[in-house]
């Protein structure tokens, strides 16, 4: 594990900015520390040995010193934690936009990690780094000084001091492994966690949420034992670097009295050697300490940069659309990690204007292929156009600005009802709004409610009925008045009544636009022009 990634300087600019802020401010932390040293060796060996008690000079200096090394730690804790929460967010939000780019996909592992897994950086900028940073000027300045006052101990330091670095290299070699493994429990938990929160409605439908405590317990007690052992290897290197320290400092102690009491050293050199010696090997020692703070951090990086440096796929520029059918040629996918295609040599076409239905078992690819439309998958076989042109020509953010995608269970956010159709686009005055609002069929939502669309919402659509809130989907999709659309299973999980009112709605967004629909539902299927059968022959309607 690298002390300091190189991709950092890459990704967050702020960081090469910090290191020599950093840099600077050690090495003023460590003049002050040897002036600090000589000042208080000096006015203790005047009254020691001279009887001199007019030392109001180096006690001043002692207090002006002790103010400068105050506030230089003040200074490069604050500038650690501004740094950390810029770093943070710019990664944040370069993870997020390039996740965004790739399309959906892992969910839970991503939502941990643009989370929890980022914020870990903070322990890394706020205690690791700037340590790292004094580790490696503090004892070269200190060792110079301590070189012209006294070479024997010089000596001493230079032949104990890389034994530090040494052993605290084998403790992350060892502690690498058992962090990457705590990290992986923690993603796995929190990932599987969030699925399960997300599909319990389901879950409690088909009987299966009590099976999964099961699951969640069985994770979350590899994610204990993967953290203790963490902890274990930090409390048990922490003893070891203490250890050496203290014993690299009781040599130059012992080497120091007996040469005191052989008259070769003055009480003044002896004392200055005597101060400055254990600030030696503090940094070094607080690196190793800090360590295992930073190391969750830096994994969680890892994964960052990982996510960062996978390529988009390549995108088209073409910015006109033509009219005509959508035709898919010979189209395979896999998914990655996955042996058997999810769709294999798949040919269909969708004619301009009407509703094309696929149904099928589930695992055909159905649901696949509205991702190969919606440019979220590519194609490892194949091609899909339209009218004359591959839409791989085509600039993905143009192509999708003419669809609208209903799924299942359209994402809602906490905010109002009319934030939540706005979605569809964001430029929407409050009259397209109410407009797309009564052609989804939620007059009555609105009616209900004294605050209408101004309703505020809970976080996931909270306060609306599974058919609300997919009728709220319909009005996206009106307000984006599309030329394709594009439907997985709109009323899957709906009630009667509340099937008849989306279905109400569907019949007026289709009308006269080019639809795929996804179904199972004989209501749904009612609506298709067309009904192609994954798995089976085309039925002709």
Do not use: C
């Not at 969030?194 to 009590?210: E, H, I, S, Y």
């Amino acid at each position: 594990m690298k002390p300091l990634d190189p991709r950092l300087l890459r990704y967050a600019t702020a960081t090469r900015l910090f290191l020599v802020v950093s840099v600077v401010l050690g090495t003023v932390s460590a003049a002050l520390l040897i002036a600090q040293a000589t000042l208080l060796a000096s006015a203790i060996a005047g009254v020691v040995v001279d009887g001199d008690f007019a030392v109001g000079g180096e006690l001043a200096g002692l207090a002006a010193v002790t103010l400068g090394r105050a506030g230089v730690a003040w200074a490069q804790d604050t500038i650690a934690h501004r740094t950390g929460a810029t770093v943070i967010s710019t990664l944040r939000r370069a993870l997020l936009a390039h996740a965004v780019a790739l399309g959906p996909g892992g969910t839970g592992e991503l939502a941990t990690l643009a989370t929890r897994g980022v914020d870990a950086l903070t322990g890394y900028f706020a205690r690791y780094l700037p340590q790292l940073v004094l580790a490696a000027v503090v004892p070269a300045l200190i060792g110079a000084r301590l070189l012209f006052a006294d070479w024997l101990t010089a000596v001493v330091l230079v032949v104990t001091v890389p034994l530090i670095p040494l052993f605290m290299a084998l403790v992350g070699w060892y502690t690498e492994g058992r962090t990457k493994r705590q990290y992986d429990a923690l993603a796995r938990l929190s990932g599987h966690f969030l699925d399960v929160v997300a599909g319990l409605p389901t879950l409690m439908v088909f009987g299966r949420a009590k099976a999964q405590v099961e699951t969640v317990r069985r994770i979350t007690g590899e994610f204990r034992r993967t953290t203790m052992g963490v902890l274990r290897a930090a409390f048990l290197s922490s003893l070891v670097l203490e250890l050496l320290a203290t014993i690299s400092v009781a040599l130059v102690a012992v080497s120091i009295g007996l040469r005191l009491v052989e008259g070769e050293l003055t009480l003044e050199t002896g004392l200055l050697v005597l101060i400055l010696a254990p600030e030696v090997y503090l940094p070094l020692r607080q690196v190793g300490a800090q360590f295992h703070a930073s190391t969750e951090g830096l994994e969680a990086a890892n994964a960052v940069f990982a996510v960062l440096e996978t390529p988009l796929p390549p995108a088209g520029t073409r910015t006109t659309v033509p009219a005509g059918a959508l035709t898919f040629e010979n189209v395979t996918v896999t998914y990655p990690g996955r042996s058997e295609p999810a769709v294999r040599d798949t040919s269909l076409v969708v004619r301009e204007g009407t509703v094309t239905a696929l149904t099928g078992p589930s695992g055909t690819g159905k649901s696949t292929l509205l991702a190969v439309l919606l440019g979220f998958v590519r194609p490892e076989r194949g091609r899909v156009r339209i009218g004359d042109v591959d839409l791989a020509e085509l600039d993905p953010d143009v192509w999708r600005g003419h669809l609208a995608w209903v799924p299942q269970r359209p994402t809602l956010v906490a905010g109002t009802i009319a934030d939540n159709i706005r979605l569809g686009r964001l430029d929407a005055t409050d009259a397209e709004v109410a407009r797309a609002a009564t052609d989804a069929e939620l007059a009555d939502v609105i009616a209900g409610r004294p605050d209408g669309l101004a309703t505020v919402l809970g976080e996931d659509g909270a306060g609306l009925s599974a058919g609300e809130r997919q009728r709220v989907g319909l009005a996206r999709a009106f307000l984006r008045d599309p030329r394709i659309v594009l439907l997985d299973e709109p009323t899957a999980n709906l009630d009667g009544d509340s099937e008849e009112r989306v279905l109400t709605g569907l019949r007026r967004l289709v009308d006269g636009r080019t639809a795929v629909l996804v179904a199972h539902r004989p209501a749904l299927l009612a609506l298709a022009d067309h009904v192609i059968r994954l798995g089976g022959a085309p039925v002709a309607r």
